[in-house]
Structure formats: structure tokens, C-alpha cells
């Protein structure tokens, strides 16, 4: 590679990246590479049996870009040795994104690498005054839920604030731990990481967790390609013990290392969810080294009766909103309304209440439906 080679990288999301290239003309590493290998493949007849590569025309490249999914689909070969790679290429810049450590340490090595690092959403003042002002829109009851939840966000609003603020929502399933979570995300924009490790049961987690073959997706790579300010691990309690070593730098001190990535988080919120009954049962499932790098630990209660049923009526309302007018004179409303919440007290979830408003609500319009003299039959298009 020529001395004069610029090199940058990138660490954030891709959309962010892109917004950073612009209208700039570039070249992609992967296809450059794929273009090159198909090059090296051709040859000439040089007398006597033997062969040599055909002189290539190519001018040196201007700018030479990779995303972060690209180095996937190097070889282990190429990665490891990236450096002597690109300089066969010798672009006159080098931009990457998100690269593996081992790519981001050899070109630190042998040029002054320029860094830029995409700021990621962050908690302020304002998003505070947000979340107190639109939490009881958002989510029936849990107001303990909003006390704590602002303590345990305002040190985010420190200037000098450099780790993140880390938070174990636990609790019954379908009580509103996620929705908080997303809650807090729209305040803040982009797109809500979230990982549920009740999926994470194979071999695989181990590898996703601590870095397996660099075209294998991870954990960490998943941290650099993000773009929201919240990081959401819901399930937590699910996952085995074994993978708790995982998280100890990340919940201490922002930092994630993998096998082939490094990843920095800065002051935002990372937020995991459980449905473990108690505080002491989270230490006694966690164990003191990981329990105490938690920063809160906010209760969701399960919901009462009286919250059952305005959650049970906001529902309704909403589901009422989307029928027609010949719909709409088919229901008995007050009849159906009547009827969910005498059975209010069965359903506690609200995930399960959704689906159950909806199965009453359809099962009393077919059976409305069927009930009706053939000659006023609602079709469909009506």
C-alpha cells in the first residue's frame, strides 16, 4: 500500500455510515477483491508451455469502501492477512466500517488511522420530562415503575458521563417491562436493539456470545451495526449461568470484546428484562459479581383488577375504532364490553389480553353473522 493511503474507520450504524459517504465515489472492497481473484485467473501464453498473468489496465482506486457485513464473506486468509491484501489494491483511501479488531489492528499499525464514532441517541433533561409526562399514556399502572425509572436515568444526563446506566426490569410476563423498554427508545430514535435470549438454547449462543468464525454473526457485531441509545436483552433469566461471564465489562465499564470484535459502549441505556419474583432471587440466580453491576433493579407488580379493566377497555376502543359502520351494528357493545370485564380477573397479561378481546370480539360478529337472515348478509367488501 502507498505511503500516501488515507485510512478511516467508521464504528456505528450502517444507515449512519452512508449518511457519511454521501455522494462520493467509491469502489467496494468485496467486489474490487471478487474482481481481482477473476483477473488473477486469466492468463497468457508465454511460449514453451508457460503462463503469466495478463497485465491488468486498472488504475489505482480513489476511494475503496467496506461495510461492515462485507468482511463475512472474506476468507480467513484475507482477513488475517488484510493489510498485504489492500496493499495490492492501493486505493488512494481506505474507508472502513465496523471491522473486526484483527483488520482495525493491522492498519493502526501501519498508518495513522483516522476514527469517527456515530453519537448515539442519549438521555437528556428533556427525555425525562418525556418519560414523566407520557408514562401513564403509555402503560397502565407500574407508577413505582416511572419513580424509579427516572432515578435511574438522570445520571445519564451528567456531561462527563461515560458508561452506561444498566437496569434489570423484572417481574410477571405481559406487565409492560418491554413496552417500557421501547417506551424509552422512541423518546430517544432508532431502531431498538433487542435480543431475546429464550431463542439463545444451541451451541450457537456460545459462539455468538464470545466470537466464533468472523462470518458468523455475534453479539458484538450486533452492538457496532446498532443504531438506538437503548440496547434491550429481554429474557435474561433465560439464558444459562455459563454465558453471565459474558456481560462483565459491558454492565461495568461499557466495554464488549468478543473474539474478533471490540466494541465500546458509551453513556445509554442497556436494559434487561426477567421475570425473577425478587431481588434476593436475582442474586442468588446471578451471583454477587454480576448482581452488583446492575445500577437499578425496578419491579413490575402484577396488575390489579381495576387496571385489567381499562387496559381491557382501551383495547376494545381501539378494535371498535377499526369496524364498520354495518360491523358496528352487529356487536351488542355494551353487552361485549360487559362480558370482558366480568373476566377481566382471569387475564393478567396483556399480551394474552389483546388476543382474548379479539377472540370475543370476532366470535360475537360471526356468530352475529350467521344468525342473520340471508337476505342481509354483510359481505365482505362491506
Known amino acids: 500500500m502507498s505511503a500516501d493511503t488515507t485510512v478511516s474507520i ?13 455522494d462520493l465515489e467509491h469502489e467496494s472492497l468485496l467486489e474490487l477483491v471478487h474482481e481481482l481473484d477473476e483477473e488473477r485467473r486469466q492468463f497468457r501464453l508465454v511460449g514453451h508451455g508457460q503462463q503469466e498473468p495478463l497485465e491488468s489496465s486498472r488504475q489505482r482506486p480513489a476511494l475503496v469502501v467496506a461495510e461492515s457485513n462485507d468482511y463475512a464473506s472474506f476468507n480467513e486468509h484475507f ?5 498485504g491484501q489492500i496493499r495490492s489494491i492501493d486505493p488512494e483511501e481506505l474507508w472502513l466500517h465496523n471491522p473486526p479488531a484483527i483488520v482495525q489492528a493491522q492498519v493502526q499499525r501501519l498508518f495513522g488511522v483516522n476514527v469517527e464514532r456515530y453519537d448515539y441517541p442519549a438521555v437528556t433533561v428533556e427525555t425525562l420530562v418525556k418519560i414523566n409526562e407520557g408514562f401513564a399514556a403509555h402503560l397502565v399502572g407500574q407508577n ?56 439463545f438454547h444451541s ?10 468464525h468472523h462470518s458468523e454473526g455475534s453479539f458484538a457485531r450486533d452492538l457496532l451495526d446498532r443504531d438506538s441509545g437503548v440496547i434491550l436483552i429481554d429474557e435474561f433469566d ?5 454465558f453471565h461471564s459474558a456481560f462483565y465489562q459491558l454492565f461495568d465499564g461499557g466495554l464488549f470484546e468478543d473474539k474478533n470484535y471490540h466494541v465500546e459502549v ?15 432471587q436475582i442474586r442468588e440466580a446471578l451471583g454477587d459479581a454480576l448482581f452488583s453491576r446492575f445500577d437499578a433493579l425496578i419491579r413490575f407488580r402484577q396488575l ?19 369496524l364498520t359502520e354495518k360491523e358496528l351494528e352487529l356487536l351488542d357493545q355494551d353487552g361485549l364490553r360487559e362480558k370482558l370485564h366480568g373476566m377481566a380477573s382471569n387475564v393478567k397479561n396483556v399480551r394474552k389480553l389483546a388476543k382474548f378481546v379479539d377472540e370475543v370480539l370476532s366470535l360475537q360478529l360471526v356468530r352475529a353473522l350467521i344468525t342473520r337472515p340471508s337476505n342481509t348478509e354483510l359481505s365482505a367488501s362491506e
Open 10 to 22: 467508521f464504528y456505528g450504524p450502517l444507515s449512519w455510515f452512508k449518511q457519511e459517504l454521501g
Open 79 to 83: 482477513i488475517t492477512n488484510f493489510a
Open 144 to 199: 413505582a415503575v416511572k419513580e424509579s425509572l427516572l432515578a435511574a436515568l438522570y445520571p445519564l444526563t451528567a456531561s462527563g458521563r461515560t458508561r452506561p446506566v444498566v437496569l434489570m426490569f423484572f417481574g410477571p410476563s405481559g406487565v409492560g417491562k418491554t413496552e417500557t423498554a421501547q417506551f424509552v427508545n422512541s423518546l430517544l430514535g432508532g431502531e431498538l436493539m433487542r435480543k431475546q435470549f429464550s431463542m
Open 203 to 212: 451451541d450457537k449462543f456460545a459462539s455468538y456470545l464470545f466470537g466464533g
Open 238 to 242: 433465560k439464558a444459562n449461568p455459563i
Open 266 to 280: 458509551g453513556p445509554e441505556v442497556i436494559i434487561c428484562t426477567s421475570n425473577y419474583e425478587s431481588e434476593d
Open 304 to 322: 390489579s383488577r381495576p387496571e385489567t379493566v381499562r387496559i381491557i377497555d382501551i383495547i376494545l376502543d381501539r378494535r371498535l375504532n377499526d
